[in-house]
């Protein structure tokens, strides 16, 4: 049972525009919720995060939106860069747990020159 | 800084055969783990560490055996390989209590 869902495994955006790569869950007890970027032949990385008590978190190009009635959180590129080529993963984690993730499959984003 | 590193980068595995994939870490992270990412399912957690001397299953936890001995080296054991272990291994860690992972660049294994 997934309880962090990425429903579009692939996306392609045009150099300069914007990206919006989209997440739901379904456990209403995370209450912190995170960005990794992944390059091929690499680990994962840190993206950007959001905690529940915000609906926005913005670093740069990037900015992170959380609606917990929908239960659904976005991250936003803008603009786009050839360099933001990579897999994006969606996690969440609650309180207690040893703050275990729990990670969405991952979306593919291309941005093409 | 090294951050986390793991050995080897690649490693093929005849069936049956044992083997150990490294992972160190020098930022003093309580936190340790270990994932297997395959295509279409994530990354999925086999076991983890809050400590030296600590250590709990993940969601994939069979097949694979870990020990957490000091704070910085979380070896993950392969007791007798399987096809179904082909994968790419990923170690991470993390301050005690926080999410924010490092993770090393990761182990590709195949068995055949």
């Known amino acids: 049972d997934q309880q962090v869902k990425q429903n579009s495994p692939s996306l392609s955006v045009q150099e300069g525009r914007i990206s919006i790569l989209n997440c739901d869950y379904t456990n209403s007890m995370f209450d912190y919720f995170l960005w990794y970027k992944k390059y091929p032949a690499e680990g994962p990385t840190f993206l950007i995060s959001?905690?529940?008590i915000k609906d926005k978190n913005e670093d740069g190009r990037f900015t992170v939106f959380l609606n917990k009635s929908a239960k659904h959180l976005s991250l936003h590129i803008v603009p786009s860069q050839p360099g933001d080529s990579a897999v994006y993963f969606c996690?969440?984690?609650?309180?207690?747990?040893?703050?275990?993730?729990?990670w969405g499959l991952g979306t593919s984003l291309a941005v093409n020159p | 800084n090294a951050g986390v590193t793991q050995t080897p980068k690649f490693q093929v595995l005849k069936t049956g055969q044992s083997m150990t994939l490294q992972c160190a870490q020098d930022?003093?992270?309580?936190?340790m783990s270990w994932y297997r990412q395959d295509p279409g399912m994530g990354l999925r957690l086999i076991h983890y560490s809050v400590g030296a001397g600590i250590t709990d299953q993940g969601e994939v936890p069979n097949g694979y055996n870990v020990s957490r001995s000091t704070t910085e080296d979380f070896p993950l054991r392969l007791l007798s390989a399987a096809p179904s272990q082909t994968s790419v291994y990923f170690c991470?860690?993390?301050?005690?209590?926080?999410?924010?992972?490092?993770f090393g660049s990761g182990t590709r294994l195949t068995v055949v």
């Open positions: 991470a860690s993390s301050k005690s209590g926080t999410p924010l992972y490092t």
């Open positions: 996690a969440a984690t609650r309180a207690g747990n040893n703050r275990k993730l729990i």
């Open positions: 959001i905690s529940s």
């Open positions: 930022m003093n992270h309580e936190y």
